[in-house]
Structure formats: C-alpha cells, structure tokens
C-alpha cells in the first residue's frame, strides 16, 4: 500500500548558477507530498497521518517555511529541495511495517520533481 499525505509551505530562493529569471529573488507557494510505501500494522495503518503531519512539520516545514531557501540549501532548484526532504525524512519515518517511499515538490501547479531512494 502507499500512504501519501499533502504540505503547502511557502519560501524565497534564487538560483544562483542559472540564467534566467530564476536567479533573481522570488517566492513560490510549494507543494510537498510524501509516500510511504508498507502495510498496515495491529492498529490497521500503514502509518498514523497525525504522527506523520508532526515529523514533516518538525524535520522540514520548521526550517522551510517562510524562509529563504538558500540560507538551507546553496543551490534551491526543486530537485535539490525534494532530495534535501527526503534524506531528512528517511529515518524517521522508516518502521518495520513501511519505509519512505518518495518525496514529490511542486514549484508551481503544473512543475514538480519526485524524489525517490535511488535519487539520494
């Protein structure tokens, strides 16, 4: 089974070693989804949405969240951001019934970048 649940945070970037319009300081309002990928344990979940909602919100939504990215992560393209998520969300959310699965961010409704265990 795959348990997936969705974040919205807001954040700052440029992109430092591109051309475009993207180096210039600007905002996106990002999606996050997380999966998880396992099945369910004696209490029937694959992994309890609230505790999930807490991890994301401490590991990831604290330090990303109306923040300016590049003061996380040098280069903050969409790829690097899901990458950067997954790894930081990899252990905790690992158990003996489910592992992470993949890390999805969107920088706009139609542009995202999925992050897998292969990827990092």
């Not at 319009?21 to 004696?42: I, M």
């Not at 990831?60 to 280069?75: A, F, G, M, R």
């Not at 905790?92 to 265990?117: A, H």
Request: hydrophobic share 40%; with cysteine; charged share 30%.
């Amino acid at each position: 089974m795959f348990l997936r649940k969705d974040f919205k945070f807001d954040a700052a970037h440029n992109l430092v070693n591109y051309h475009g319009k993207c180096e210039k300081l600007h905002g996106h309002t990002y999606r996050l989804a997380v999966v998880l990928k396992g099945e369910p344990d004696d209490e029937g979940m694959v992994f309890d949405f609230v505790e999930l909602k807490k991890f994301v919100s401490e590991l990831v939504l604290s330090k990303l969240d109306h923040s300016y990215i590049n003061e996380v992560l040098p280069q903050p393209t969409a790829e690097y951001i899901a990458k950067w998520i997954f790894k930081k969300l990899d252990k905790p959310l690992n158990r003996d019934n489910c592992v992470l699965y993949e890390v999805s961010v969107w920088e706009t409704e139609s542009s995202s970048v999925t992050c897998r265990r292969e990827d990092v």
